[in-house]
T-cell receptor, first 116, second 116 residues
């Protein structure tokens, strides 16, 4: 019974490159969330997606960041032209929706992005 | 806007003793969930305990229990018979499901060290 799977666990990018972070939700979960954790801070909400839909992206920076959750395959968080300030741990979480209500979210182990 | 405050950046406790971690939150909503998550050095976010705001009874999970004071907007975590494996960051989190987004608002965390 695999949990939420994120890859890679560690990602190093040079300034200006693109970073792609992948998240496979738990089996049967159709709702995905992305959070960012800066050093010594709590997790900050970025975006909430259902299959093929972005429901809430109020926490996403307006530029360079995008997220998708296609009908098939993992959810992708994409950061274009990375800068040093993007260095952080990025967590994905997934949940079920039962009778219109989301269950609690289960978190992956995160991807630590380092921009050099 | 909802906020979650953890006023104890670091705490320590002797093995087998009891420790209480504080959390307060601010919201105008009446229906919501509260959580405590544990984050060990592996970075995995592990759900420790959850509380539905409409339930007056405090949640309990083995050695972990909460003191939920809805009027005071307080949600403290008590760890009894502390074990070395309890050493971790602990995050308090709030989730309001009525908005339809189910996003979690996290506190800044308390670093707990259990001493042998």
């Amino acid at each position: 019974n695999a949990g939420v799977m994120q890859n890679p666990r560690h990602l190093v990018r040079r300034r200006g490159q693109e970073a792609r972070l992948r998240c496979s939700p738990m089996k049967g979960h159709s709702h995905v969330y992305w959070y960012r954790q800066l050093p010594e801070e709590g997790l900050k909400f970025m975006v909430y997606l259902q299959k093929e839909n972005i429901i809430d992206e109020s926490g996403m920076p307006k530029e360079r960041f995008s997220a998708e959750f296609p009908k098939e395959g993992p959810s992708i968080l994409r950061i274009q032209q990375v800068v040093r300030g993007d260095s952080a741990a990025y967590f994905c979480a997934s949940s079920l929706n039962i009778r219109g209500m989301n269950t609690e979210a289960f978190f992956g182990q995160g991807t630590r992005l380092t921009v050099v | 806007a909802q906020t979650v405050t953890q006023s104890q950046p670091e705490m320590s406790v002797q093995e087998a003793e009891t420790v209480t971690l504080s959390c307060t939150y601010d919201t105008s909503e009446s229906n919501y969930y509260l959580f405590w998550y544990k984050q060990p050095p592996s970075r995995q976010m592990i759900l420790v305990i959850r509380q539905e705001a409409y339930k007056q009874q405090n949640a309990t999970e083995n050695r972990f229990s909460v003191n939920f004071q809805k009027a005071a907007k307080s949600f403290s975590l008590k760890i009894s018979d502390s074990q070395l494996g309890d050493t971790a960051m602990y995050f308090c989190a709030f989730m309001n499901h009525t908005s339809g987004t189910y996003k979690y608002i996290f506190g800044t965390g308390t670093r707990l060290k259990v001493l042998a």
